[in-house]
């Protein structure tokens, strides 16, 4: 498959997702985070759809020049049971190569197909309302189900583990969301951290990663339009353990500091969002993948 068209297919989606919003007979959407689904904003009673396209590139300093492209997007779906209770499902679709430069040439490796599902539960544990403002924290907890393919394989034979579509692995997830939003702005922090078990040999590095979103109304359109345009500014810091593969340690590890800005369109219906993920710092091994880019393109809608 060309890295082009699953990028290809997910517009296509999202086309077809928002047509449905406009449709669709729901509360109003609002302003939230754009890299992160957990703090998404879900009404009672009410889905709550994002379609999200990226596109990714990772690569190191060394000699033999190996570089990650991922395309692809997420879904996200999340439902209100009650004022309190939110569940949220999220499911990837990504196509990745990696490309290593040899002296033989350049060696090229793919796989594609769905990623792993994840499942969340979150609960308001606390609530503060005032007039124009809003204060609550949330904790989330939930499973990651190997739904994803993780024995794709190429011209050369079986795809190595990290670049299969799918761990293999049963995991687990847990954190707290902070969203403080008022008329003109709205805050979002979420600490989360990812638990990952072990198959075949293999066993994905356990993960703890920070995330914070600011989101400010911008005075354009004008008042009384029926939409708001935000600009977005998040950061977000990621440690992540070294994968194991047949026990022995793989040096990929690390901590990673990046710096995310992001433009949001709200109407009463639908949202549609853009961010890009950039390097602010790392403390990595000299052989591990640094981020280059993570562009995020992608639509929100109620019904």
């Known amino acids: 498959m060309a890295s082009g068209e699953p990028i290809r297919a997910l517009s296509g989606c999202a086309r077809a997702a928002l047509c449905l919003g406009m449709l669709a007979s729901a509360g109003p959407v609002t302003a939230g985070p754009i890299t992160f689904n ?8 009410t ?53 290593v430069d040899t002296s033989g040439g350049t060696v090229r490796r793919q796989a594609s197909g769905l990623g792993d599902l994840t499942l969340l539960a979150r609960y308001t544990a606390f609530e503060r309302n005032a007039p124009g403002a809003l204060l609550r924290i949330a904790p989330v907890a939930g499973g990651i189900a190997p739904t994803g393919a993780s024995d794709e394989r190429d011209a050369l034979g079986t795809v190595p583990r990290p670049l299969q579509p799918g761990t293999g692995v049963w995991g687990g997830v847990a954190g707290v969301i902070l969203t403080r939003q008022t008329l003109d702005w709205e ?80 109407t009463r219906r639908w949202v549609v969002e853009a961010a890009v993920e950039l390097p602010l710092a790392d403390d990595l091994p000299g052989s591990a993948l640094r981020e280059q880019r993570f562009v995020h393109l992608g639509v929100r809608f109620n019904f």
Do not use: C
Request: hydrophobic content about 40%.
């Open 187 to 266: 805050f979002d922090a979420a600490l989360m951290a990812t638990f990952h078990g072990r198959d075949d040999g293999f066993e994905p590095g356990d993960e703890v990663e920070l995330d914070a979103s600011y989101q400010y109304r911008m005075p354009w359109p004008a008042p009384g339009a029926g939409a708001f345009s935000y600009a977005v500014l998040e950061a977000k810091g990621i440690h992540r353990e070294d994968d194991m593969i047949e026990g022995s340690r793989v040096e990929n590890g690390g901590t990673e500091w990046r710096i995310v800005p992001g433009l949001q369109y709200v």
């Open 47 to 99: 889905y709550t759809a994002r379609i999200q396209g990226i596109h990714r590139d990772r690569a190191d300093a060394g000699a033999d020049g190996r570089e990650v492209t991922i395309d692809g997007g997420v879904a996200a779906l999340g439902y209100g049971f009650t004022a309190d209770w939110t569940g949220i499902a999220l499911a990837p679709y990504l196509d990745k190569t990696l490309t």
């Open 38 to 45: 957990t703090a998404l904003p879900v009404a009672r009673d």
